[in-house]
């Protein structure tokens, strides 16, 4: 089965600074896709960034990228010039080709400090 | 933002009452699902439907029914409320295809006491 880890239950980042969130996944497909979710207090989710598996490229979204090790079974999200309204708690999400279902990991909660 | 209502957004009920969420969709997606979010273990399925009349279950199904009658509702019912069923609940729709992201409704606040 497959197991999505965010391995950070917490982070804290300065604003205007970078920071990147963990996610590891295991599974045995070879195709399949990652998703970064964003949950503000607001309890909205929110989609950040969408992966395909098959593409080498990494996913961008203006300050939100993705450094995918397909490999490594790695999929961080890196947050540039970080904002007070990134102040969330984030999900990574995996779901395979072909499949109806998707697996979350457990969260990271993000701290903008000012 | 796609369309989805979840109702009620908060209830309080007791220990042994019966609890129905229910969850509209005005995009026609085939797929919908009921996840519970809990602290320290992210969101979980507890059911999904696939279409009208046709679901199955998911990692915390015990304890919990649904029902989808129509396209557009997913009804998810405790059928004798538990403490341990105190939760935030989320409704989601897909198209079906894992390349699509699902979207998610608003969330419904569950407090059993």
């Known amino acids: 089965a497959q197991t999505v880890t965010q391995s950070q239950p917490e982070m804290s980042v300065q604003e205007a600074e970078t920071v990147t969130l963990s996610c590891t996944y295991d599974?045995?497909?070879?195709?399949?896709?990652l998703f970064w979710y964003k949950q503000p207090p607001s309890r909205q989710m929110i989609l950040v960034i969408r992966q395909e598996a098959y593409k080498q490229q990494n996913a961008t979204e203006n300050r939100f990228s993705v450094n995918f090790q397909k490999a490594a079974k790695s999929f961080s999200l890196k947050i540039s010039d970080s904002q007070l309204g990134d102040a969330a708690m984030y999900f990574c999400?995996?779901?395979?080709?072909?499949?109806?279902?998707?697996?979350f990991g457990t969260g990271t909660r993000l701290k903008v400090l000012a | 933002d796609a369309g989805i209502t979840q109702s009620p957004r908060h209830k309080v009920t007791e220990t042994g009452t019966p609890v129905t969420l229910r969850c509209h969709q005005t995009?026609?997606?085939?797929?919908m699902y009921w996840y519970r979010q809990d602290p320290g273990h992210g969101l979980r399925l507890i059911h999904y439907s696939y279409g009208v009349k046709d679901t199955d279950k998911g990692e915390v199904s015990d304890g919990y029914s649904v029902s989808r009658s129509k396209t557009e509702d997913f009804l998810l019912t405790l059928e004798s409320a538990t403490s341990s069923q105190t939760s935030v609940y989320f409704c989601a729709i897909s198209q079906g295809n894992s390349n699509q992201p699902q979207h998610f409704g608003d969330g419904t606040r569950l407090s059993i006491l």
């Open positions: 995009e026609n997606h085939r797929y």
């Open positions: 599974t045995s497909e070879s195709d399949y896709y």
């Open positions: 999400a995996y779901a395979g080709s072909g499949t109806y279902k998707y697996i």
